[in-house]
């Protein structure tokens, strides 16, 4: 058996100070000494760990197609070199805090959940300072045990974050994470899952050939998938959410899945107001998307002439279409000519 400790998770040499802070408050929660929510205590996991110890750094490495089990009850899975999924990567208290504070954010007057154009889902885009610490230091625990098990994972510190909310069954479609707004060089994009289920796409490469196969994921509430490195532009894509598969916790009136997908996007900064609310034209993005490889800059989006959907802000369900973080890529295939920003 592989052992997996956090308590062994050794802070990478190229994660910044900002990562670094962040670790300071949430590495202690899951040892046990939880971290304060909203005034509420987080019960953390166990800070022992038992088996092999594949957090060494050194001997963690190899782990590709090896499952691993920590005894926090996290499901560790290296997909490929730079795609990890971490399986029960949030506690329960933790998934229940995401969703409250979520909701808040996403009711927000200013800057809520956008559903213009997404086909029944809310969007939210923000830097990581406007969110609760305690989300970005969830994500950067994820990415850590992510690159504790993968040495072709880069360590990461996010900059923004992207909240969708899904409440319909309709999913994102297959894309690459190719624009401004994606994450810079190859920081690894970490996605947290909470509430309902989904069904994921994911396309691997297929060792020593120029091709690709691609597998699906059963995404639960709790579960992170990070990708980075060699993999950080892999396709992916959700593919259906299942509504009615969520945690016991979760109420039948308010059953969705929200997914946060946090991004190293320095490049960005400032620069948020704009990829709430950009939309470009689907030819565009099928074009961008097709001719895009490995190696290319970041694609820098160019504005839709056409006329502007409204955006309203808050929950609403929409028109038949997707968007992107972000928006925009992902909304042609469900109907439109326009897409909303990603
Ligand atoms: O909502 C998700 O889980 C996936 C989000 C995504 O693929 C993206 O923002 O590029």
Not at 136 to 164: E, K, R
Not at 181 to 194: A, E, Q, R
Request: charged letters at 20%; one cysteine or more.
């Amino acid at each position: 058996m592989i052992m997996f400790g956090l308590s062994c998770l050794l802070v990478p040499s190229a994660l910044s100070f900002h990562a670094s802070a962040h670790l300071a408050r949430v590495l202690p929660s899951r040892a046990g000494a939880a971290i304060s929510m909203s005034g509420d205590r987080i019960p953390g996991p166990s800070s022992t760990v038992s088996g092999n110890d594949v957090t060494g750094i050194g001997v963690s490495k190899q782990l590709h197609g090896a499952v691993v089990t920590t005894q926090a009850g996290q499901t560790v899975e290296v997909l490929a070199p730079g795609i990890v999924i971490v399986r029960g990567a949030l506690s329960e208290s933790e998934q229940k805090f995401i969703l409250h504070e979520t909701n808040k954010l996403g009711s927000r007057d200013v800057n809520g959940f956008a559903t213009s154009g997404t086909n029944g889902r809310g969007r939210l885009y923000e830097q990581c300072k406007v969110v609760p610490d305690e989300f970005t230091d969830l994500a950067i625990q994820s990415s850590l045990i992510a690159s504790a098990s993968d040495a072709a994972m880069p360590a990461c510190s996010p900059t923004h974050v992207l909240i969708n909310k899904y409440s319909t069954s309709a999913g994102l479609l297959w894309h690459r994470d190719i624009y401004s707004n994606d994450g810079d060089g190859d920081m690894p994009v970490i996605n947290l899952s909470v509430g309902a289920s989904c069904k994921f796409g994911i396309s691997l490469p297929i060792r020593g050939a120029e091709l690709s196969e691609s597998r699906y994921l059963q995404l639960h509430s709790g579960d992170a998938i990070i990708f980075g490195g060699p993999s950080r532009f892999v396709k992916h894509a959700v593919l259906e959410v299942d509504i009615s598969q969520k945690p016991t916790w979760m109420t039948d009136s308010n059953a969705c899945r929200f997914s946060l997908t946090f991004r190293e996007a320095s490049s960005v900064l400032g620069r948020e107001d704009f990829f709430r609310n950009f939309k470009v034209d689907s030819e565009w993005f099928d074009r961008t998307q097709s001719e895009w490889r490995q190696g290319d800059a970041l694609v820098e989006p160019e504005i839709a002439e056409a006329e502007e959907e409204e955006r309203t802000d808050g929950w609403a369900d929409t028109d038949g279409r997707m968007d992107v973080c972000a928006g925009a890529r992902h909304a042609r295939a469900y109907a439109g000519a326009l897409v909303p920003p990603r």
